[in-house]
């Protein structure tokens, strides 16, 4: 069974850093694309990064472009979301996605976690 | 910029209707690479449509999508109490990988 567990939220002041953990199991992680997205407090789904099989490939959303960096550990099948100079608008539910393949493009999201939040706030 | 536009905002239906859900792009879609994503209140969203009429794994018949190019439908044959939930559309041809903004399905 595929699983994704999301961690690493918690409340952080205005300019801080964070790093998100996503421990993957149920299936082979070095093989699939895997990707972030978040969701802000009653709004809808904003994808923010994603990272290709090999770690090779990454991309981000403009929003978070300079200060978010994605990577992955094909030994602890974890997948990482460091964060810096946070800001109040960063304050979402971070989930994080597979990739139903190895690449990015063309290919969709199948499987989710269940999200960790981050509050930015003083 | 790439937009999904999705509508109505809000369904407000009964049990035993059926749901027509609609998902426009700024831009046609490429491949019909168009995916729809179930989401409950305080749960993660779930994968039930891709390629943009293709069902997930262990998505149920009632639930079947169509489109291409630009304009995509969700319909929901005849809607269960589980049914009731925000659906987004999502485009997975371009980076950024764009939702939608949901459309609530209310009783």
């Known amino acids: 069974e595929v699983q994704l567990l999301e961690s690493g939220g918690g409340l952080v002041q205005p300019g801080g850093s964070l790093r998100l953990s996503c421990a993957a199991s149920?299936?082979?992680?070095?093989?699939?694309?895997m990707s972030w997205v978040r969701q802000a407090p009653g709004k809808g789904l904003e994808w923010v990064s994603d990272i290709n099989y090999s770690g090779g490939s990454t991309s981000y959303a403009d929003s978070v472009k300079g200060r978010f960096t994605i990577s992955r550990d094909k030994t602890t099948n974890t997948l990482f979301l460091q964060m810096h100079s946070l800001r109040a608008e960063d304050t979402a539910v971070y989930y994080c996605?597979?990739?139903?393949?190895?690449?990015?493009?063309?290919?969709?999201?199948?499987?989710w976690g269940q999200g960790t939040l981050v509050t930015v706030s003083s | 910029e790439i937009v999904l536009t999705q509508s109505p905002g809000t369904l407000s239906l009964s049990p035993g209707d059926r749901a027509t859900l609609s998902c426009r792009a700024s831009q046609s879609v490429i491949d019909s690479y168009l995916a729809w994503h179930q989401q409950k209140p305080g749960q993660a969203p779930r994968l039930l449509i891709y390629g943009a009429s293709t069902r997930a794994a262990g998505i149920p018949d009632r639930f079947s999508g169509s489109g291409s190019g630009t304009d995509f439908t969700l319909t929901i044959s005849r809607l269960e109490p589980e049914d009731f939930a925000v659906y987004y559309c999502q485009r997975y041809d371009t980076t950024p990988k764009t939702f939608g903004q949901g459309t609530k399905v209310e009783i």
């Open positions: 149920g299936f082979s992680f070095s093989n699939y694309a």
């Open positions: 996605a597979r990739f139903a393949a190895y690449d990015v493009w063309g290919y969709y999201f199948d499987y």
